[in-house]
């Protein structure tokens, strides 16, 4: 089996499932976490999940993901408009990273139109709720396939 997949989400994702529901549904980030599991899975994948409101810990994973990782899968939350630290490790890896939001951040506030995530990502999912991720392991998946041929 290649290394795992390492899915990464920043600050207020914990709270999915109670946190405006009307924007990001009532699916939980355990809830979230057992789809991805089980797409990665149908793939060979083995996931490492895992969710901080903490910047620098969210770098620290990103740098761990260099050796132990096949890709990267990362909802930065907020941290998507503000974080160079996020964007600097993420540029440093050498394995894909693909972006993923549930809402469409492009029909919400203005701020949110701006990712520093997407410049160093091979993509970006945005816009269907939970199923976002598992579309995002789907990616993944055909991005590490393809390089491995």
């Not at 409101?53 to 990782?69: F, K, M, P, S, T």
């Not at 492009?106 to 701020?111: A, I, M, N, V």
């Amino acid at each position: 089996m290649s290394k795992a997949i390492y899915v990464l989400n920043g600050p207020n994702l914990n709270l999915l499932g109670t946190r405006e529901p009307n924007i990001y549904g009532r699916t939980t980030l355990a809830d979230i976490g057992d789809m991805t599991v089980a797409e990665a899975k149908a793939h060979g994948f083995d996931v490492v999940f895992r969710q901080s409101n903490h910047e620098g810990e969210l770098v620290e994973w990103i740098q761990e993901a260099r050796e132990a990782a096949s890709g990267v899968i990362i909802n930065a939350g907020a941290y998507t408009h503000t974080s160079v630290a996020i964007h600097d490790a993420l540029r440093a890896l050498a394995i894909p990273v693909v972006e993923v939001h549930l809402s469409n951040t492009f029909s919400r506030e203005e701020f949110r139109h701006r990712s520093l995530i997407s410049p160093v990502a091979k993509g970006l999912i945005v816009g269907f709720g939970a199923n976002s991720y598992v579309l995002a392991v789907d990616a993944l998946a055909s991005l590490i396939e393809e390089a491995a041929e």
